[in-house]
């Protein structure tokens, strides 16, 4: 019979169940990143279908507005009070509504797309979708937004979990010039003399030379790495909080500048109604009316897109800045 036993020494055992351990708490944050951007891609995404909505109906009003001016100047056309430059230009106008409207369909349909793609439910029929993009919307502040995206952020875990993997790695790897000791022990039997002997045999290697130098080096260069990558990390995140923040704080002011009493939406809608009146009165001339028409339709897409910049920065914002969940690895940043 013949038995072996390595007993393992300088808790080696205990240190690769710390690197272990670190390594999974890392893929654990990685997932947690992963799973952050999908939330947040499937937030701009609802925004993006909300906003691609509105465009919907803005124009397909603009298109309406412009049917019925090409109504009208026809009318005053065959009363001799329109001339014919006024009626192509009418139809001009409504040719370029009508292609907004599709241009508008067309992205809409791109928005659903899209959205189905981040669910994972590509195949889901295109509907309505229910929201308001009008509220009030958070009023955030830079410098808080930096704290809670480095206290909060799973990038920031991943890469801390990174650095103590790599500090139990340095002392698993000094661990490993500690010799295991190999104990054998040895049972036989004779059946001609019907006598029975055994030995035990202990093993203890000396490592005179190997001190798993190389693998002591290798792990503090793998430290050195990993805290170079929680800097660049942090870097990483100032830098898209820049970008994001940036994004916002003009959209909010755009939006607050088109949206307030007597802002650029209520000054466009009076103007119009002003140069309506006076059309009728036969004050102004066709020109002037769609030349009025065109600047408060141009004032309303402006302000839906500055509605969906907004509302995109701050899911962004929200979301500790991931993103991007379809062209990212769980590792990448």
Avoid at 227 to 256: H, K
Wanted: charged share 20%; proline share 2%; net charge neutral.
């Amino acid at each position: 019979v013949y038995i072996a036993q390595e007993i393992v020494r300088g808790h080696k055992l205990q240190l690769s169940r710390a690197v272990a351990s670190g390594e999974i708490n890392r893929l654990q944050q990685q997932w947690a990143a992963q799973e952050q951007r999908v939330l947040t891609d499937v937030r701009i995404a609802y925004y993006d279908v909300l906003i691609a909505q509105r465009r919907m109906e803005i124009t397909a009003q603009l298109r309406d507005i412009a049917s019925k001016a090409v109504q009208t100047v026809e009318a005053l056309k065959r009363g001799q009070e329109a001339s014919q430059l006024d009626v192509f230009r009418a139809q001009v106008e409504l040719q370029s509504a009508a292609l907004l409207l599709k241009t508008a369909d067309n992205a809409l349909t791109a928005s659903w797309t899209r959205l189905t793609a981040v669910l994972g439910t590509p195949t889901l029929v295109q509907r309505p979708v229910v929201g308001s993009l009008d509220g009030e919307f958070a009023r955030l502040d830079i410098a808080s937004q930096m704290q809670r995206i480095l206290a909060e952020s799973p990038e920031i875990a991943a890469a801390a979990a990174e650095i103590e993997r790599s500090r139990w790695a340095i002392a698993r790897a000094r661990a490993e010039a500690v010799p295991n000791v190999e104990v054998q022990g040895i049972v036989q039997h004779d059946n001609a003399t019907g006598s029975s002997n055994g030995n035990l045999q202990v093993a203890l290697p000396i490592p005179l030379w190997n001190r798993n130098q190389g693998g002591v080096r290798q792990a503090r260069a793998e430290l050195s790495a990993a805290e170079r990558a929680l800097n660049r990390t942090e870097l990483s995140l100032q830098q898209r909080l820049a970008s994001a923040y940036q994004q916002y704080a003009n959209a909010r002011n755009q939006v607050q500048d088109y949206s307030r009493h007597d802002g650029i939406l209520d000054t466009a809608r009076r103007s119009l109604e002003l140069v309506n009146s006076g059309y009728r009165a036969g004050e102004l001339n066709f020109l002037d009316l769609l030349t009025a028409q065109r600047t408060n339709s141009q004032t309303n897409l402006a302000y839906i897109e500055a509605l969906g910049e907004l509302w995109t920065a701050i899911a962004e914002i929200d979301g500790l800045l991931l993103k991007d969940s379809l062209n990212a690895s769980p590792g990448g940043n």
